[in-house]
């Protein structure tokens, strides 16, 4: 190892992503990694005027350095053109997210074989001039920050701790746990659920944040006796598996540990080693789409089926649809010994038409129970002759099938253009959204801010779309988490019938399928329109194999109609702002239905009067970025879309617990559930557990002296305290929505900050309480819980609600701890649904019906984060249109005064 020195001269006190202000040395170094260099940072000594005044501030400096023609005698360097400036807080501390929790020495650090990053802090000091409305800042060290013999620590990782497992380490994950396997018969016998990534614990991601990972945020390092925990390397990575055994009906739960060796320079290699495993009594795992598969071919094959078939008109088998659903919990006989499937029978028409609706001939009265274990038929009975519905004829959904055979032919075409690409930014799978530069001083514009949404994708079998480690880069208040991760963890869909088979009908798609799983490849053009970012998934198969759904998770930005509007009533002058999000996106297809998991992210600007007080209108005129969507929320949205689950009616009869969709044909009524897990971390840095939940009702007053007008309401606030105190329901009566607080941060106006979660519509079973289903989904009962963040907490009816036996497993069971809710790490499970009473116009295929909430910034922002947005000045948008800006209209009242 060698020791070079080399010197950083400043050309600026404050550093400009357009004019970096120090340079590196262009000459080689000859140095093998690890290695360690010495740097100082020269300060230039002028001064800066204009801009705000009164305060001292720092400003956090972080400079890419990216290392080419590596080799083992040595690095060249090339110096990133872009740095990336932030105020980091002001001194004295007085606000939030004090500069002293962050690191003030500079630091060298290094990300992989290819690039180093440094990081340090300068302050500036800004002084008010009384006469003059510039004021003056300065830097208030004139010295150099030096820094001096920092060692850079070689850390060769290419995943970042969140990133969903590759294919390949899926594939060394199968292998170590079938090798692991005590006897051939064993190894054969094993089925592959699910293969994920384990988590790591928080510290471990706010580490590989802060030093290994791109955009590098040291202020997320954790601190031992005030000084940042450094790690020299991060923990390796690992699997989680659930393994069904075939041959003995056992589900074990493996974790294999995934070691990468030669990671970045030789293009990656792992090896695993199991660490642990052990076997889950009494469970079912989720079933597979290959036994799906196997189950409909042996129901194909039996005899008395087919038997039960012809008699309704049906010899051709290809005809024959067998949707094999998961039987429940509905007494003794559906217990985990046994894994068990309940198939619908369904039959198309036409066997050479692989696009014909078959979910439109539905075959009632006879009773199939299928071992999925042996995948043997083990009960049959053709209990009730209900003839096949004839066949619809508005059925099919495939262009020149539908109704009247022609489609239309007048829908011209739409186009979404975005010339200069997306404003987003991926790097992995972590996300940037609108990084806006603003200029801190008016004059000379010297410092930049950030301001943009920063989150992280991820991906499962059994949740789909996971988004992690949310946060909006609020300017000169730096990095402020909002969410740790948000998911949806369940959903279940009860139907309304009493009769065989509907009563039996309650699908978990999450637990007993997987929502992810079930994922597809999405089409540009179809799913998604825009510039779009599309991410696969890798998933194992049945018996261990990799599949890839390529294009399943879809990342691009929408046009949301406007932000705000107002048109001054006395001169006819209007302003109007577009608002748009950043929307990322997955569909899955359940047996019949769609489910699209949408979060749709609102674009936000700093809290300024953290930089300039109320009067310095600084920003605007030096923006550069128009028609942004500014109003910081985070919406979450389900669209339901899909065939319905129908039912055969008997001919003329009418059952009243549906819609009679076609001549006996009937949809019965249904609920679907969904349940999204949020751990928040609202303003909280890694480690920090400073979160809290209130609850926000509105009171009428009573009438008195108090009220002598009888118009008097108010919003009366609660604190839920614990976990028990913490299961509500949605009142939209009372106005009821909750909000999680940090418990230390205040805005403008001393209240804490906070996000709240903003109900949609919604509902409650309608089942009576005894319903078999809620033994199995007793967090439906409620809307809303609210627990204290446990990592083996993830799933609200527990990991394997198939088949489970157990009543009030998952949430139900855990809030009974009553664990202390007043300052933690909360975690928000919101149970949200609809009553579907389905419509002829649901038919054949369901028009996408929406349901959601939002999660909206409550004294995040210290004023309507939206009111600064420009006018829409692009000149592609404004062409061919009536468009001419603020231009007073020929009715304005002015006109008639
Ligand atoms: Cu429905």
């Given at each position: 190892m060698t020791t070079k020195k080399n010197a950083i001269t400043c050309e600026s006190p404050f550093l400009s992503p357009i004019n970096p202000p120090f340079s590196l040395p262009e000459t080689?170094?000859?140095?093998?990694?690890?290695?360690?260099?010495?740097?100082?940072?020269?300060?230039?000594?002028?001064?800066?005027?204009?801009?705000?005044?009164?305060?001292?501030?720092?400003?956090?400096?972080?400079?890419?350095?990216?290392?080419?023609?590596?080799?083992?005698?040595?690095?060249?360097?090339?110096?990133?053109?872009?740095?990336?400036?932030?105020?980091?807080?002001?001194?004295?501390?007085?606000?939030?997210?004090?500069?002293?929790?962050?690191?003030?020495?500079?630091?060298?650090?290094?990300?992989?074989?290819?690039?180093?990053?440094?990081?340090?802090?300068?302050?500036?000091?800004?002084?008010?001039?009384?006469?003059?409305?510039?004021?003056?800042?300065?830097?208030?060290?004139?010295?150099?920050?030096?820094?001096?013999?920092?060692?850079?620590?070689?850390?060769?990782?290419?995943?970042?701790?969140?990133?969903?497992?590759?294919?390949?380490?899926?594939?060394?994950?199968?292998?170590?746990?079938?090798?692991?396997?005590?006897?051939?018969?064993?190894?054969?016998?094993?089925?592959?659920?699910?293969?994920?990534?384990?988590?790591?614990?928080?510290?471990?991601?706010?580490?590989?944040?802060?030093?290994?990972?791109?955009?590098?945020?040291?202020?997320?390092?954790?601190?031992?006796?005030?000084?940042?925990?450094?790690p020299s390397k991060l923990p390796p990575r690992q699997a989680r598996l659930i393994v069904y055994n075939k041959k003995s009906n056992e589900t074990s739960i493996w974790i294999v540990e995934l070691l990468e060796i030669h990671a970045t320079t030789r293009g990656g290699h792992h090896k695993g080693k199991v660490i642990s495993s052990k076997v889950v009594p009494d469970v079912q795992p989720p079933m597979d789409a290959v036994e799906y598969a196997e189950c409909e071919a042996v129901v194909k094959d039996y005899p008395p089926f087919r038997e039960a078939m012809k008699k309704r008109g049906i010899d051709d088998m290809d005809l024959v649809m067998v949707d094999a659903w998961c039987v429940g919990y509905h007494s003794e006989a559906d217990s985990p010994s046994r894994r068990l499937a309940k198939p619908l029978i369904f039959c198309r028409t036409e066997s050479d038409c692989p696009m014909e609706n078959g979910y439109a001939r539905p075959v009632e009265g006879i009773h199939v129970l299928v071992d999925m274990q042996n995948m043997v038929l083990v009960e049959f009975e053709d209990k009730k002759f209900v003839p096949l519905p004839p066949a619809d004829p508005l059925r099919n959904y495939t262009p020149g099938e539908t109704r009247g055979g022609v489609d239309r032919s007048d829908v011209k075409p739409l186009h979404i253009l975005q010339p200069e690409g997306p404003s987003f930014r991926v790097k992995g799978h972590f996300v940037e959204w609108q990084k806006v530069f603003y200029c801190l001083f008016k004059l000379l514009c010297s410092i930049t801010l950030q301001v943009h949404w920063s989150f992280r994708v991820g991906f499962t079998p059994r949740e789909g779309l996971v988004i992690h480690s949310v946060?909006?880069?609020?300017?000169?208040?730096?990095?402020?988490?909002?969410?740790?991760?948000?998911?949806?963890?369940?959903?279940?869909?009860?139907?309304?019938?009493?009769?065989?088979?509907?009563?039996?009908?309650?699908?978990?798609?999450?637990?007993?399928?997987?929502?992810?799983?079930?994922?597809?490849?999405?089409?540009?053009?179809?799913?998604?329109?825009?510039?779009?970012?599309?991410?696969?998934?890798?998933?194992?198969?049945?018996?261990?194999?990799?599949?890839?759904?390529?294009?399943?998770?879809?990342?691009?930005?929408?046009?949301?109609?406007?932000?705000?509007?107002?048109?001054?009533?006395?001169?006819?002058?209007?302003?109007?702002?577009?608002?748009?999000?950043?929307?990322?996106?997955?569909?899955?297809?359940?047996?019949?239905?769609?489910?699209?998991?949408?979060?749709?992210?609102?674009?936000?600007?700093?809290?300024?009067?953290?930089?300039?007080?109320?009067?310095?209108?600084?920003?605007?005129?030096?923006?550069?970025?128009?028609y942004l969507a500014l109003d910081g929320k985070i919406e979450a949205e389900v669209k339901l879309t899909g065939i319905l689950s129908v039912g055969a009616l008997l001919p003329g009869e009418v059952r009243k617990y549906g819609t009679t969709i076609a001549p006996g044909l009937y949809a019965p009524?249904?609920?679907?559930?969904?349940?999204?897990?949020?751990?928040?971390?609202?303003?909280?840095?890694?480690?920090?557990?400073?979160?809290?939940?209130?609850?926000?009702?509105?009171?009428?007053?009573?009438?008195?002296?108090?009220?002598?007008?009888?118009?008097?309401?108010?919003?009366?606030?609660?604190?839920?305290?614990?976990?028990?105190?913490?299961?509500?329901?949605?009142?939209?009566?009372?106005?009821?929505?909750?909000?999680?607080?940090?418990t230390r941060t205040v805005n403008r106006t001393g209240q804490l900050t906070g996000y709240k979660l903003m109900p949609g519509s919604n509902c409650l079973p309608l089942a009576g309480p005894e319903a078999k289903f809620l033994r199995r989904a007793a967090f439906l009962k409620h809307n809303l819980w609210v627990t204290q963040y446990a990592?083996?907490?993830?799933?609200?009816?527990?990991?394997?609600?198939?088949?489970?036996?157990?009543?009030?497993?998952?949430?139900?069971?855990?809030?009974?701890?009553?664990?202390?809710?007043?300052?933690?790490?909360?975690?928000?499970?919101?149970?949200?649904?609809?009553?579907?009473?389905?419509r002829l116009e649901d038919w054949p295929v369901m028009p996408v019906e929406h349901l959601g909430f939002t999660l909206m910034p409550h004294g995040f922002f210290n004023c309507s984060p939206a009111v600064d947005v420009p006018p829409n000045t692009h000149e592609s948008d404004m062409k061919e249109t009536n468009v001419v800006g603020a231009k007073p209209i020929q009715n304005a009242m002015i006109a008639k005064l």
């Open positions: 080689p170094l000859q140095q093998t990694p690890p290695f360690s260099r010495n740097f100082l940072l020269r300060r230039r000594s002028s001064g800066v005027s204009g801009g705000d005044c009164g305060g001292e501030w720092a400003v956090q400096r972080t400079e890419s350095v990216k290392i080419r023609n590596s080799s083992p005698s040595s690095v060249v360097v090339d110096r990133s053109p872009a740095a990336d400036d932030r105020i980091v807080g002001e001194r004295p501390a007085n606000l939030i997210h004090s500069v002293e929790s962050l690191p003030e020495s500079p630091t060298v650090l290094l990300e992989n074989d290819f690039q180093v990053l440094l990081v340090f802090v300068e302050w500036v000091t800004c002084d008010c001039d009384p006469s003059s409305s510039l004021h003056s800042c300065s830097p208030s060290v004139s010295n150099c920050a030096t820094l001096t013999g920092a060692s850079l620590p070689w850390r060769g990782r290419t995943s970042h701790p969140l990133d969903p497992l590759s294919a390949t380490e899926i594939k060394v994950a199968v292998a170590t746990v079938r090798a692991a396997g005590a006897t051939p018969e064993e190894r054969d016998s094993m089925r592959f659920i699910e293969v994920v990534l384990v988590e790591p614990e928080k510290l471990v991601i706010a580490m590989a944040d802060a030093y290994f990972f791109p955009p590098f945020q040291p202020s997320l390092l954790p601190r031992v006796k005030g000084r940042p925990v450094i946060a909006y880069v609020d300017g000169s208040r730096g990095r402020r988490s909002v969410a740790q991760r948000l998911s949806f963890v369940e959903m279940v869909v009860p139907y309304g019938d009493p009769n065989e088979p509907h009563y039996r009908k309650n699908a978990f798609d999450a637990g007993e399928d997987g929502l992810g799983k079930n994922a597809h490849s999405l089409k540009k053009g179809c799913d998604c329109l825009g510039s779009i970012k599309y991410f696969d998934s890798h998933f194992t198969n049945f018996t261990g194999g990799v599949e890839t759904i390529e294009n399943c998770v879809c990342l691009h930005e929408e046009d949301r109609g406007i932000l705000w509007k107002h048109q001054d009533w006395r001169t006819g002058l209007a302003e109007v702002r577009r608002s748009r999000r950043l929307t990322v996106s997955f569909i899955c297809t359940v047996a019949n239905y769609e489910y699209g998991f949408y979060w749709h992210f609102y674009q936000a600007i700093p809290s300024f009067d953290y930089l300039v007080n109320k009067n310095a209108a600084i920003i605007p005129q030096k923006w550069k970025c128009s009524v249904h609920q679907h559930f969904f349940v999204a897990r949020m751990d928040m971390a609202v303003d909280c840095k890694p480690g920090e557990a400073l979160n809290q939940v209130v609850e926000l009702n509105v009171k009428v007053q009573e009438p008195g002296k108090d009220n002598v007008h009888n118009n008097a309401f108010y919003a009366e606030e609660k604190l839920l305290r614990s976990e028990l105190q913490a299961v509500r329901d949605c009142n939209p009566l009372t106005a009821r929505h909750w909000i999680v607080r940090n990592p083996n907490e993830m799933f609200p009816g527990g990991e394997f609600p198939n088949q489970n036996p157990r009543a009030g497993e998952g949430l139900a069971s855990w809030v009974k701890q009553n664990r202390s809710l007043e300052e933690a790490d909360v975690v928000l499970w919101y149970v949200f649904g609809l009553t579907h009473i389905p």
